[in-house]
């Protein structure tokens, strides 16, 4: 047969061909009439969480492999945190999706395929939390020794909660608040992590009173009982949790990751309480036993300190003793005092009697006769050097008349230009003419001396 370049009509063919949504429909119609709702067992690889909250994954075995896709509502249903290569059983309906000529499974269930695929997944996340750190024995707290607030993430119902308080009031009764939560089932892992950041959200100074250490309890069950606190969103609370946290999950036997994430774990939740505080009766005995210690202490010092005094006594000298010698050279030195102040008056009387004689009226006459005769000579003296003697005789002093002093050459004379002349009767002012240094007397009156 030749090819021909346009479709033709052929022979005795009354169909007409169909398009490929078409057939994809027709197989999708049949893969889910022939198949149903099926249960596959398989390892999970590939899983993917969708920002639409969609789970997508593929189920595989040693020769096969088959998509599977898990809406948001039946993910949101799921008790563990699926991971690649755990072994799992889906249940759901066989279907197609013609957008890639693929078939699938739309799951509605996911569960575990018995304990080993259990603990495989335990144990994988495990080793992938601990390769970050998260269970370091290097980021465990202490305790504080007593909390004022302790804070309780667990069922508000139940044998778990009752023994904590009843051991905690018989221990040492302190405040206590309790977060309920589901411990078990779906949700728990949310509720419980959501609790334990709440608690390390609270403020320090708020209404409510952030707690000073957490426990995280739980009564005993089976590892799926118990599945919740192997979580990674519990786990990853816990280890970030600013407050010191005890995990107190189960029995003793019975361990999760919560308890390699938290500060310290407890083998029960009525152990967690006696951890939590100390006994109130041993406090209270041991500051008894403190203060009889300190008293029986403080009184053997004393008692010390009066026999080291006592001894100190015995040895020291009596006061008589230790004074005599001084009040010896107090009354010496008195003594001697009197005797050298008698002696200073009988020389300081000496000494007047000595220059009595000067004093007499007799002698201050002399020397006031004396002085008088030396000032007349010193008047004469005086009377002698006085320039204004010399006017007198004729002669003329002349005297600067800005500042009074006496002018005795020409040059002097036509500095000071005003001038006085003083005679023997009088004074009259005179000027200097300065082209020919020539002076000239003002026609005024004579001031008289």
């Known amino acids: 047969m030749s090819s021909r370049l346009v479709a033709e009509p052929r022979a005795n063919d009354n169909a007409a061909p169909e398009s490929v949504s078409e057939l994809a429909g027709r197989l999708k119609r049949m893969v889910e009439g022939e198949f149903g709702r099926v249960r596959l067992r398989g390892e999970i690889s590939g899983y993917k969480r969708a920002s639409s909250g969609h789970v997508y994954l593929a189920l595989k075995d040693d020769a096969a492999l088959i998509d599977g896709v898990m809406w948001r509502g039946s993910a949101g249903r799921l008790a563990f945190t699926p991971q690649d290569g755990v072994e799992v059983i889906a249940t759901g309906k066989l279907t ?76 040492c009764p302190t405040h206590v608040l309790v977060w309920p939560v589901k411990v078990q089932g779906e949700g728990a892992a949310a509720e419980i992590a959501a609790a334990v950041k709440g608690f390390g959200a609270l403020p320090e100074d708020g209404p409510v009173r952030r707690p000073d250490l957490l426990i995280v309890a739980r009564g005993g069950g089976s590892i799926e009982d118990l599945w919740c606190f192997n979580e990674e969103i519990v786990v990853r609370a816990v280890a970030a949790s600013p407050i010191p946290v005890i995990s107190a999950v189960g029995h003793e036997t019975d361990t999760t990751l919560c308890d390699h994430a938290a500060d310290l774990r407890a083998p029960t939740p009525t152990a967690a309480a006696e951890l939590a505080v100390p006994v109130r009766a041993d406090l209270v005995h041991s500051i008894a036993t403190l203060a009889l210690r300190t008293e029986r202490c403080a009184r053997r010092y004393h008692d010390r300190g009066r026999e080291q005094l006592a001894a100190l006594v015995r040895v020291m000298p009596r006061r008589d003793a230790l004074l005599g010698p001084q009040r010896q050279r107090l009354d010496d030195v008195a003594g001697r005092l009197s005797l050298a102040l008698e002696r200073r008056v009988a020389t300081a009387r000496r000494s007047l009697d000595r220059h009595g004689h000067a004093l007499r009226p007799a002698m201050l006459t002399q020397r006031l006769a004396q002085a008088r005769a030396r000032f007349d000579g010193t008047a004469r003296m005086l009377e002698q050097v006085n320039p204004d003697n010399l006017l007198q005789k004729g002669y003329v002093r002349v005297v600067a008349k800005a500042n009074g002093k006496t002018v005795a050459t020409a040059a002097d004379a036509r500095a000071a230009g005003a001038l006085q002349l003083h005679f023997r009767d009088g004074v009259l002012d005179a000027k200097v003419e300065r082209p020919g240094g020539r002076a000239y007397v003002e026609p005024t009156q004579p001031t008289l001396l």
């Open 96 to 171: 197609t999706y013609p957008g890639r000529s693929r078939y699938q499974i739309v799951i509605d269930h996911l569960e575990l395929a018995g304990e080993g695929a259990l603990m495989a997944l335990l144990e994988k996340l495990k080793s992938r939390l601990a390769g970050e750190g998260l269970f370091d024995a290097a980021k465990k707290r202490p305790l504080p020794f007593m909390p004022r607030t302790i804070g309780i993430v667990t069922s508000p119902t139940g044998a778990v909660i009752r023994d904590i308080l009843h051991r905690l009031a018989d221990r």
